[in-house]
């Protein structure tokens, strides 16, 4: 919907990010460096074309174009981190990865 509000902010040992708007900000030789992209589609015609990459993705990786990009492993990494979002969410607190 056009008047969703959703955000994710990530604080790291080297670096921010955060979601809508997108910041990414990342520790370069001492100084805090903004990464984030000048110019970011609209939010439909990102997730279209993201969910289009990744079916893309898929079908070349079936036909053994080349491997798939995504490890079982970083899979687990991932999960990981959505499960310390839902944890974070559920205590009201940060959940600290190690």
Do not use: W
């Amino acid at each position: 919907m056009e008047d969703d509000v959703y955000y994710c902010n990530i604080f790291g040992t080297e670096g921010t990010s955060s979601l809508n708007p997108l910041r990414i900000n990342k520790e370069l030789h001492g100084n805090l460096v903004n990464l984030a992209p000048t110019k970011i589609d609209p939010p439909q015609r990102l997730f279209k074309r993201l969910y289009e990459n990744e079916l893309k993705h898929f079908l070349v990786a079936v036909k053994g174009v080349h491997r798939v990009i995504s490890t079982a492993d970083e899979a687990v990494q991932r999960m990981t981190i959505v499960d310390a979002f839902y944890k974070s969410v559920c205590s009201g607190r940060e959940v600290l990865l190690s």
